[in-house]
């Protein structure tokens, strides 16, 4: 295992652009889709769907779960964002979320050619060049600092990478995939396929049970 520091990731093949988006695969139908698993159970979706027009990239991402113990709902979990790019750089984002009767909101905006964040748990803020948001298709995302898609805070998370690993899809078959570990400010793990798409994310649930995405 290794962290995985700027030059590093940048050796790894990722895009150098400042707040790159046009050059990004998109992937196939421009819809990156994932059932997410506790337990050996499907408890939802998290749909990232793209739609470019001309320089401009409109990415949204659509997320809802619902987590039950005999019958009774104890999480509900619904989270909507939208990011928009022009050419290579980020000029919005929002997003909402709410967990239960938990609410969450994000906004950011471009003014003066620099990106304004605001959000429910940050006071307004510049966000640096190098910013961009936690919605986890731009494997660009681990170069950080990282703009969170729940509550605008900036977070800057310690990524280490692991030796390359089968990776289980929705379908039953596997590709060898990319391990990243993030770690501090929020935990998580991807995994990116040899086309540097987004193939999979896995955290800890507050019951430490284990919620896994496999890709549709």
Same mark, same amino acid.
């Given at each position: 295992?290794?962290?995985?520091? %700027?030059?590093?990731? $940048?050796?790894?093949? *990722?895009?150098?652009?400042?707040? @790159?988006? #046009?050059?990004?695969? $998109?992937?196939?139908?421009?819809?990156?889709?994932? %059932?997410?698993? %506790?337990?050996?159970?499907?408890?939802?979706?998290?749909?990232?769907?793209?739609?470019?027009?001309?320089? %401009?990239?409109?990415? /949204?991402?659509?997320?809802?779960? =619902?987590?039950?113990? *005999? @019958?009774?709902?104890? &999480?509900?979990?619904?989270?909507?964002?939208? !990011? +928009?790019?022009?050419?290579?750089? $980020?000029?919005?984002?929002?997003?909402?979320?709410?967990?239960?009767?938990?609410? !969450?909101?994000?906004?950011?905006?471009?003014? /003066?050619?620099?990106?304004?964040?605001?959000?429910?748990?940050?006071?307004?803020? &510049?966000?640096? @060049?190098?910013?961009?948001?936690?919605?986890?298709?731009?494997?660009?995302?681990?170069?950080?600092?990282?703009?969170?898609? !729940?509550?605008?805070? =900036?977070?800057?998370?310690?990524?280490?990478? /692991?030796?390359?690993?089968?990776?289980? =899809?929705? #379908?039953?078959? +596997?590709?060898?995939?990319? /391990?990243?570990?993030?770690?501090? @400010?929020?935990?998580?793990? $991807?995994?990116?396929?040899?086309?540097?798409?987004?193939?999979?994310? #896995?955290?800890?649930?507050?019951?430490?049970?284990?919620?896994?995405?496999?890709?549709?």
């Amino acid at each position: 295992m290794a962290k995985v520091g %700027r030059r590093a990731v $940048l050796a790894g093949g *990722l895009m150098v652009a400042t707040r @790159a988006a #046009a050059d990004v695969k $998109l992937p196939p139908g421009n819809v990156l889709a994932f %059932r997410m698993v %506790r337990h050996g159970g499907e408890i939802g979706k998290h749909i990232v769907t793209f739609a470019p027009q001309g320089d %401009r990239l409109t990415v /949204h991402v659509a997320v809802d779960a =619902l987590v039950t113990v *005999l @019958a009774i709902p104890i &999480v509900r979990y619904t989270h909507r964002a939208t !990011e +928009t790019w022009l050419g290579t750089t $980020l000029v919005g984002v929002t997003g909402t979320t709410t967990k239960n009767s938990e609410h !969450e909101w994000v906004s950011a905006t471009q003014a /003066h050619d620099s990106l304004v964040v605001t959000g429910s748990k940050t006071a307004r803020y &510049v966000a640096p @060049a190098t910013a961009i948001p936690t919605s986890y298709w731009n494997k660009r995302m681990l170069l950080g600092p990282m703009i969170s898609l !729940e509550d605008g805070v =900036l977070l800057r998370p310690d990524v280490t990478q /692991h030796p390359s690993e089968p990776l289980k =899809l929705a #379908a039953g078959t +596997t590709i060898p995939a990319e /391990h990243f570990s993030l770690r501090g @400010a929020f935990n998580v793990d $991807l995994w990116y396929d040899h086309s540097d798409m987004w193939a999979s994310l #896995a955290y800890t649930a507050m019951d430490r049970s284990i919620v896994q995405y496999e890709r549709l």
